[in-house]
């Protein structure tokens, strides 16, 4: 079955810098329409950025310009690099991805932003 893994949170000062991985399993991610989710606690999960099955990258708009979403097709990864991270970049991140009408989501992974 379809197995998605998060890690590459932390606790990290404004300004600075995080990776997130995502390791992917049981699908190719190749095929698939991957995304980067983040959720605050007692809020709704937000959508953050996607990578198209052709490459294709989108980003919300209060990201844009700092986060990167890739991918690493042959070890079936993805990526989210983040930099200049704020406070309000704190929350749990998720990977998902997009198969024939279905979505798959990873555990999360807690990203804080603070001093």
């Known amino acids: 079955q379809v197995q998605l893994a998060e890690t590459g949170g932390n606790l990290v000062q404004p300004g600075g810098s995080l990776r997130l991985t995502c390791a992917v399993s049981g699908t190719n991610i190749g095929g698939a329409a991957m995304k980067w989710y983040r959720q605050v606690s007692g809020n709704e999960r937000e959508w953050v950025a996607t990578?198209?099955?052709?490459?294709?990258?989108t980003y919300a708009d209060n990201v844009k310009g700092r986060f990167t979403i890739s991918r690493n097709k042959p070890t079936n990864t993805l990526y989210l690099q983040m930099n200049n991270l704020r406070p309000e970049d704190t929350a749990v991140y998720y990977c998902s991805a997009s198969i024939l009408l279905r979505q798959y989501w990873g555990q999360g992974t807690q990203v804080t932003v603070g001093s």
């Open positions: 990578i198209s099955t052709r490459g294709t990258t």
